[in-house]
């Protein structure tokens, strides 16, 4: 059985594939990371949860155009799956839920930063 | 990663091909390349390297990976068996794992010193922060035999000129050496002029003083602080004023030391000092004096003038500092550039086909040449240690693969019973390397224990104290020791690991006794190799040993008994052989320019007067007129010497004088008067003296022509007999009457026949050396035999009991069990006997005065070797042969 639950970061990631459309492969996804976080990350982390988040069926994948900054080298291209979209949505929905149960947010005197 | 800094580092590259799954690789770079590129914009090429490598390595990834047939779990699983495996086996076969364990940590222990002296070189002018673009200078000309450390002295400022790719240029020139004097203190003080370049080019810093003026003003000098505390003790020394006389002490290859009279060149100013114990150089130096100060000593003809002087490159050591990026081909071409225009119209003999070149600074440590700044193992040496090292280390990595070879009819089940159950070829390769390197290491621990003894005594050797050996440990040099050992047991594993792997199971797990326990002609070959080694190298160090004895025992044809030589140190001759001779104990006193036999000759070019015959060349000794008969030399004709300043135009010849100057006896020559070459001087031959040995024995076999001759003025040594009684007293009250003569400089002595020893002291070290490798070599070679009968009579214990049974005797039993060894010996020695005697002669016959080498010396080793031999194999025969056939029997 696979697992398909939905990690914090993995959770970013898969947000930033969707939002770089036509342009999210490895690279540039690390990159939006680091620039919207202000976190470093490794290529080679985001890539490893591309791999995994294409494993449990939230992305898919092909090989896209090469371009002379990358030495002619084509570029893998990941995009959402409709159970990658639904989980997001899930994961959003779930989260919306707990926060208005959450009685300081309706009065908004919310104390967290 | 050097020229191109804008494409991504190669070798990154190279490295995730090879470690990535193939489907990935091109995404992957071309992600890599991208952010390299982006990174490329905002940070340095450096950086954006590094984060390249960052990136690459962050792919170490397990999703990433190549997948290999078995996974690493299994991998760890099985390496866990091996080394449990490994571990028992040692501990099973105690006699074998020590025997391995054993030759193989003596053999290390030797290759490490090795490393150890190797490391010590390559700490030496580490220090520098330019190092890899500084240079030294070499000179040579057309016959000369190695290059010189030394240049032109007008080089350095000439290359500085002319050549954009010289960054900064700089000279030393030696020439300082005399006393310092502070205040009634007064401190022996050797050095170089130099520049201020000096400290631009190196990066030797001040503890006081300014490096950029220290060395700018005439009469300024930088000084060690070993002599300012000599000088100054606690005082600051900068700014102080010394007086310096200079006395020509020889500087700096440090030889013992001739001084001539002092001679004052003035006062000078301390401006700086360097610690020098700081420092681990090539450059070793007392002071180094401005060279500014030079003109103002050429006026005087204090020092040669040599500022303009290109046919003289043998005093200058001149130092280049490239510009950055500039390569040492571009120097060389300037070099040769400069030397084709320099030199087309100047015609000397010592210029001919004169040729410069560059010798990075890293390599000078290790790449000896004439005229050099300290005295150190050539690399010849370390090749000749390396080689004798290699060799003992061959002989215990062959112990350990013929052990492993003969045990194999133990360990064939084994290999059956994992190659049915799965193993392939590769892993049982693999085990049995990883058997190996086990051993190896282990070996290396104790391998560590030996050199914690061997390290001493090689500090110990007399040739130390030239060379200055330290021997630090550092991390470095244990991964190297680790690395060492690891490739060791690869080599010493690999043919058993090959051999062993290739059993086929069916066969060794049907009938055991039917595989081949190894060839005998292989393990035969490898033991008779390592007997001949042994052989050679026995024969070897006893015939350098009858050779030191030789040269010890040696009849120079003079008496050196109780005689010490007394430096004058620039004192006047007549009245110091007065005082001292005066002194109770002393027998006699004469005076000589040099101390013959000791290394130092001076020649002298002869013809009869008035005829245009060839020059003849000789030596010279300038002796006083009581030589001859102090040092019990016989005079065979015609009379000694006259005082000093009857004339000093008569001269004593020895015999081969007279036969090469053309007389039939040595009565025709006196009277007769011949011609100098150089200084066009008259001399008249009023006797003749039996021949001596006047040169060192290991250079000059047949005595050449002598001259002697009472020039006082050149007289640098008293010779002093003394009486054999108590000669420590004699030697202390000459000590002090001289500090009455001579308050200043210290009564400097040696005794006569220590400086004739002392010349043949290397060839002891030699001895040592070659005799410890000798009983290293037979050692493990006698520890593989030893194995290997062990071996035997454990396999042959039934067989032996049966025999015994059926009534055979104890010698018998013992020859069935040691005929096979006894062959190997008596084969090595009719390979390794021929083979030593033929070797040695080779270079026995370069030695002059070498001691006689037959068949004596070659039959003693042969002795030496066959004895260990056998009392090897004997005991182990015997043993097994005395034992009860029963137990044997019983055993199943």
């Given at each position: 059985?696979?697992?398909t639950?939905?990690?914090?970061?993995?959770?970013?990631?898969?947000?930033?594939?969707?939002?770089?459309?036509?342009?999210?492969?490895?690279?540039?996804?690390?990159?939006?990371?680091?620039?919207?976080?202000g976190?470093?990350?490794?290529?080679?982390?985001?890539?490893?949860?591309?791999?995994?988040?294409?494993?449990?069926?939230?992305?898919k994948?092909?090989?896209?155009?090469?371009?002379?900054?990358?030495?002619?080298?084509?570029?893998?291209?990941?995009?959402?799956?409709?159970?990658?979209?639904?989980v997001?949505?899930?994961?959003?929905?779930?989260?919306?839920?707990?926060?208005?149960?959450?009685?300081?947010?309706?009065?908004?005197?919310?104390?967290?930063? | 990663m050097?020229?191109?800094?804008?494409?991504?580092?190669?070798?990154?590259?190279?490295?995730?091909?090879?470690?990535?799954r193939?489907?990935?690789?091109?995404?992957?770079?071309?992600?890599?390349?991208?952010?390299?590129?982006?990174?490329?914009?905002?940070?340095?090429?450096?950086?954006?390297?590094?984060?390249?490598?960052?990136?690459?390595?962050?792919?170490?990834?397990?999703?990433?990976?190549?997948?290999?047939?078995?996974?690493?779990?299994?991998y760890?699983?099985?390496?866990?068996?091996?080394?449990k495996?490994?571990?028992?086996?040692?501990?099973?076969?105690?006699?074998?794992s020590f025997?391995?364990l054993?030759?193989?940590?003596?053999?290390?222990s030797?290759?490490?010193?090795?490393?150890?002296?190797l490391?010590?070189?390559?700490?030496?002018?580490?220090?520098?922060?330019?190092?890899?673009?500084?240079?030294?200078?070499?000179?040579?000309?057309?016959?000369?035999?190695?290059?010189?450390?030394?240049?032109?002295?007008?080089?350095a400022?000439?290359?500085?000129?002319?050549?954009?790719?010289?960054?900064?240029?700089?000279?030393?020139t030696?020439?300082?050496?005399?006393?310092?004097?502070?205040?009634?203190?007064?401190?022996?003080?050797?050095?170089?002029?130099?520049?201020?370049?000096?400290?631009?080019?190196?990066?030797?810093?001040?503890?006081?003083?300014?490096?950029?003026?220290?060395?700018?003003?005439?009469?300024s000098m930088?000084?060690?602080?070993?002599?300012?505390?000599?000088?100054?003790?606690?005082?600051?020394?900068?700014?102080?004023?010394?007086?310096?006389?200079?006395?020509?002490?020889?500087?700096?290859?440090?030889?013992?030391?001739?001084?001539?009279?002092?001679?004052?060149?003035?006062?000078?100013?301390?401006?700086?000092?360097?610690?020098?114990?700081k420092?681990?150089?090539h450059l070793?130096?007392?002071?180094?004096?401005?060279?500014?100060?030079?003109?103002?000593?050429?006026?005087?003809?204090?020092?040669?003038d040599?500022?303009?002087?290109w046919?003289?490159?043998?005093?200058?050591?001149?130092y280049?500092?490239?510009?950055?990026?500039?390569?040492?081909?571009?120097?060389?071409?300037?070099?040769?550039?400069?030397?084709?225009?320099?030199?087309?119209?100047?015609?000397?003999?010592?210029?001919?086909?004169?040729?410069?070149?560059?010798?990075?600074?890293s390599?000078?440590q290790?790449?000896?040449?004439?005229?050099?700044?300290?005295?150190?193992?050539?690399r010849?040496?370390?090749?000749?240690?390396?080689?004798?090292?290699?060799?003992?280390?061959?002989s215990?990595?062959?112990n350990?693969?013929?052990?492993?070879?003969?045990?194999?009819?133990?360990?064939?089940?084994?290999?059956?019973?994992?190659?049915?159950?799965?193993?392939?070829?590769?892993?049982?390769?693999?085990q049995?390397?990883?058997?190996?390197?086990?051993?190896?290491?282990?070996?290396?621990?104790?391998?560590?224990?030996?050199?914690?003894?061997?390290?001493?005594a090689?500090?110990?050797?007399?040739?130390?104290?030239?060379?200055?050996?330290?021997?630090?440990?550092?991390?470095s040099?244990?991964?190297?020791?680790?690395?060492?050992?690891?490739?060791?047991g690869?080599?010493?594993?690999?043919?058993?690991a090959?051999?062993?792997?290739?059993?086929?199971?069916?066969?060794?797990?049907?009938?055991?006794?039917?595989?081949?326990p190894?060839?005998?002609?292989?393990?035969k070959?490898l033991?008779?190799?390592?007997?001949?080694?042994?052989?050679?190298?026995?024969?070897?160090?006893i015939?350098?040993?009858?050779?030191?004895?030789?040269?010890?025992?040696?009849?120079?044809?003079?008496?050196?008994?109780?005689?010490?030589?007394?430096?004058?140190?620039?004192?006047?001759y007549?009245?110091?052989?007065?005082?001292?001779?005066?002194?109770?104990?002393?027998?006699?006193?004469?005076?000589?320019?040099?101390?013959?036999?000791?290394?130092?000759?001076?020649?002298?070019?002869?013809r009869?007067?008035?005829?245009?015959?060839?020059?003849?060349?000789g030596?010279?000794?300038?002796?006083?007129?009581?030589?001859?008969?102090n040092?019990?030399?016989?005079?065979?004709?015609?009379?000694?010497?006259?005082?000093?300043g009857?004339?000093?135009?008569?001269?004593?010849?020895?015999?081969?004088?007279?036969?090469?100057?053309?007389?039939?006896?040595?009565?025709?020559?006196?009277?007769?008067?011949?011609?100098?070459?150089?200084?066009?001087?008259?001399?008249?031959?009023?006797?003749?003296?039996?021949?001596?040995?006047?040169?060192?024995?290991?250079?000059?076999?047949?005595?050449?022509?002598?001259?002697?001759?009472?020039k006082?003025?050149?007289?640098?040594?008293?010779?002093?007999?003394?009486?054999?009684?108590?000669?420590?007293?004699?030697?202390?009250?000459?000590?002090?009457?001289?500090?009455?003569i001579d308050?200043?400089?210290?009564?400097?002595?040696?005794?006569?026949?220590?400086?004739?020893?002392s010349?043949?002291q290397?060839?002891?070290?030699?001895?040592?050396?070659?005799?410890?490798?000798?009983?290293?070599?037979?050692?493990?070679?006698?520890?593989?035999?030893?194995?290997?009968?062990t071996y035997?009579?454990?396999?042959?214990?039934?067989?032996?009991?049966?025999r015994?049974?059926?009534g055979a005797?104890?010698?018998?039993?013992?020859?069935?069990?040691?005929?096979?060894?006894?062959n190997?010996?008596?084969?090595?020695?009719?390979?390794?006997?021929?083979l030593?005697y033929?070797?040695?002669?080779?270079?026995?016959?370069?030695?002059?005065?070498?001691?006689?080498?037959?068949?004596?010396?070659?039959?003693?080793?042969?002795?030496?070797?066959?004895?260990?031999?056998?009392?090897?194999?004997?005991?182990?025969?015997?043993?097994?042969s005395?034992?009860?056939?029963?137990?044997?029997?019983?055993?199943?």
């Amino acid at each position: 059985m696979k697992e398909t639950r939905l990690g914090e970061f993995e959770e970013v990631i898969l947000l930033l594939a969707g939002i770089l459309g036509e342009e999210a492969y490895a690279f540039k996804i690390a990159d939006e990371f680091e620039s919207q976080t202000g976190r470093a990350v490794s290529i080679g982390a985001v890539h490893s949860t591309l791999e995994r988040l294409e494993g449990k069926g939230f992305l898919k994948s092909e090989m896209g155009k090469s371009t002379a900054e990358r030495g002619g080298r084509r570029k893998r291209i990941f995009t959402l799956t409709a159970f990658g979209k639904k989980v997001l949505k899930e994961s959003r929905d779930f989260k919306m839920s707990l926060w208005q149960q959450y009685p300081a947010f309706a009065t908004d005197k919310l104390n967290i930063a | 990663m050097n020229s191109r800094p804008n494409t991504s580092p190669p070798f990154a590259q190279r490295v995730l091909l090879y470690i990535l799954r193939a489907d990935l690789a091109e995404e992957v770079l071309g992600d890599l390349e991208e952010k390299f590129q982006e990174t490329l914009k905002t940070k340095s090429p450096f950086r954006a390297k590094l984060n390249y490598w960052y990136q690459a390595l962050h792919y170490l990834r397990p999703f990433a990976m190549r997948k290999t047939k078995i996974s690493s779990y299994i991998y760890s699983a099985l390496f866990q068996n091996y080394v449990k495996v490994g571990f028992r086996n040692i501990l099973k076969y105690k006699v074998f794992s020590f025997i391995n364990l054993f030759g193989l940590a003596v053999a290390m222990s030797v290759c490490m010193l090795i490393i150890l002296m190797l490391a010590d070189q390559h700490r030496y002018d580490q220090f520098h922060d330019k190092k890899d673009r500084v240079y030294r200078i070499l000179s040579d000309y057309d016959n000369s035999r190695q290059s010189y450390a030394t240049s032109p002295f007008p080089l350095a400022s000439a290359l500085k000129e002319n050549y954009p790719i010289m960054q900064e240029t700089t000279h030393l020139t030696p020439g300082v050496g005399g006393d310092a004097i502070y205040q009634q203190k007064l401190v022996d003080m050797r050095g170089y002029f130099a520049a201020p370049s000096f400290f631009r080019v190196f990066s030797f810093t001040l503890e006081k003083g300014d490096a950029k003026t220290a060395l700018m003003s005439p009469n300024s000098m930088v000084i060690s602080s070993a002599l300012a505390y000599d000088l100054f003790n606690d005082e600051d020394p900068i700014g102080k004023t010394i007086d310096f006389a200079d006395r020509k002490l020889p500087f700096p290859l440090d030889y013992d030391g001739i001084g001539s009279s002092p001679f004052s060149w003035g006062s000078f100013t301390i401006t700086g000092v360097i610690d020098q114990n700081k420092y681990k150089s090539h450059l070793k130096f007392d002071v180094l004096v401005s060279a500014s100060s030079m003109p103002a000593l050429y006026v005087d003809h204090k020092i040669p003038d040599q500022s303009n002087d290109w046919e003289q490159f043998f005093r200058t050591y001149t130092y280049v500092l490239l510009e950055d990026g500039k390569h040492i081909d571009e120097l060389n071409a300037s070099l040769k550039d400069f030397t084709d225009r320099t030199y087309a119209d100047i015609k000397s003999e010592q210029t001919k086909n004169f040729k410069l070149s560059a010798q990075p600074l890293s390599d000078i440590q290790l790449g000896l040449m004439g005229n050099d700044t300290n005295s150190r193992l050539p690399r010849i040496g370390y090749y000749f240690l390396g080689f004798l090292a290699a060799i003992i280390m061959l002989s215990a990595s062959l112990n350990y693969t013929n052990l492993s070879i003969a045990r194999a009819l133990t360990r064939a089940k084994e290999i059956g019973v994992r190659k049915v159950t799965g193993a392939n070829k590769k892993s049982l390769v693999f085990q049995f390397l990883s058997e190996s390197i086990i051993v190896s290491l282990l070996a290396l621990v104790l391998a560590f224990g030996f050199l914690l003894l061997i390290a001493p005594a090689f500090k110990g050797l007399w040739v130390n104290q030239y060379l200055n050996f330290e021997l630090p440990q550092s991390i470095s040099v244990y991964v190297i020791f680790i690395g060492f050992a690891v490739l060791i047991g690869v080599i010493a594993g690999a043919y058993p690991a090959l051999h062993l792997s290739g059993y086929q199971p069916v066969k060794v797990l049907k009938n055991m006794s039917g595989s081949n326990p190894g060839r005998m002609g292989i393990r035969k070959f490898l033991s008779v190799s390592q007997f001949v080694m042994s052989l050679f190298f026995i024969v070897t160090s006893i015939l350098v040993f009858n050779q030191f004895r030789h040269f010890m025992k040696f009849d120079y044809g003079f008496s050196s008994k109780n005689m010490i030589n007394v430096e004058l140190q620039g004192a006047d001759y007549l009245k110091v052989s007065n005082e001292l001779g005066s002194v109770s104990g002393v027998m006699d006193v004469s005076a000589s320019d040099i101390i013959p036999a000791t290394g130092t000759n001076n020649g002298i070019d002869l013809r009869e007067t008035g005829t245009d015959a060839e020059f003849t060349h000789g030596n010279i000794l300038l002796t006083d007129q009581n030589f001859v008969n102090n040092l019990d030399i016989k005079i065979i004709a015609g009379s000694p010497l006259s005082t000093a300043g009857e004339s000093d135009r008569f001269i004593l010849l020895n015999e081969t004088a007279v036969k090469e100057l053309g007389y039939q006896s040595s009565k025709d020559v006196i009277g007769q008067t011949f011609d100098t070459k150089w200084g066009n001087e008259t001399l008249e031959v009023v006797g003749v003296v039996k021949d001596f040995h006047y040169r060192l024995l290991l250079n000059s076999g047949v005595i050449q022509p002598l001259v002697l001759r009472n020039k006082p003025e050149h007289f640098n040594f008293l010779n002093i007999r003394i009486t054999s009684a108590e000669p420590m007293a004699t030697i202390a009250r000459l000590e002090a009457k001289w500090k009455r003569i001579d308050p200043i400089h210290p009564f400097q002595y040696k005794f006569y026949d220590d400086e004739l020893s002392s010349t043949h002291q290397a060839i002891f070290d030699l001895v040592a050396i070659l005799g410890f490798i000798a009983f290293l070599a037979i050692v493990i070679a006698c520890l593989g035999l030893l194995g290997m009968a062990t071996y035997t009579a454990e396999r042959k214990t039934k067989e032996v009991g049966i025999r015994k049974v059926l009534g055979a005797g104890g010698f018998s039993i013992a020859y069935m069990l040691s005929k096979e060894f006894i062959n190997v010996l008596i084969i090595s020695v009719l390979i390794g006997a021929p083979l030593s005697y033929v070797v040695n002669n080779l270079w026995l016959q370069m030695l002059a005065n070498r001691v006689e080498f037959g068949f004596g010396t070659v039959l003693l080793g042969t002795f030496v070797l066959l004895l260990l031999g056998f009392i090897t194999i004997g005991s182990l025969a015997i043993r097994a042969s005395k034992s009860n056939p029963v137990d044997a029997l019983k055993m199943e």
